[in-house]
């Protein structure tokens, strides 16, 4: 595993996730689609709240004492909890960018890591500490395509009536 790229990459991401919410209007970002899915301040108080609660500490946890067990987290429970959608975009993505900069920081304070240290989960079974560093990019990738998705349908609702074909498909 290449460590050194996927910490570079996490380190990347805060300016993607800052630009894909850049020029929405309050109505917008709060805009939730009619199947339910999270609005695109939902996912960033989602995003900003698992890298404090969930990757961070699972991946410096994993390392540190893999016997040690993980905090349970509910992602759904807690944005109807933490009511993500009443909450300040601008805010949440400065919050982001402040608790990514830690994880980078305290990721690339660690030496001689075992990756293949495993937390035996009681559903999933053996989770690497490696196999959780690469699910934390992902997630982030996971979430920027969710973010275009939530523009891609607000555009096409602010295009009521045309059609998106000649774009290319989804």
């Avoid at 495993?118 to 053996?126: D, I, K, L, N, S």
């Avoid at 969710?146 to 096409?156: D, N, S, Y």
Wanted: aromatic share 10%; charged share 30%; hydrophobic share 40%.
């Amino acid at each position: 595993m290449d460590a050194d790229r996927l910490i570079s990459m996490l380190e990347s991401f805060p300016p993607m996730l800052r630009a894909s919410v850049q020029g929405l209007a309050e109505d917008e970002f709060r805009w939730k689609p009619d199947s339910g899915a999270w609005s695109v301040l939902e996912i960033v108080c989602h995003v900003a709240d698992e890298e404090i609660e969930d990757f961070r500490p699972r991946v410096l946890g994993t390392l540190a004492d893999p016997s040690k067990p993980w905090s349970p987290i509910d992602p759904e429970g807690v944005a109807v909890q933490r009511r993500y959608n009443d909450q300040d975009l601008f805010e949440r993505v400065d919050q982001f960018d402040s608790e990514r900069s830690r994880s980078v920081e305290q990721l690339r304070a660690l030496a001689d890591l075992d990756w293949e240290l495993a937390y035996g989960h009681p559903q999933f079974g053996p989770i690497r500490a490696g196999d959780v560093m690469l699910s934390w990019v992902a997630h982030d990738m996971l979430h920027l395509r969710q973010i275009a998705k939530r523009r891609f349908e607000l555009a096409a609702d602010a295009g009521s009536g045309f059609d998106t074909a000649y774009a290319g498909t989804w």
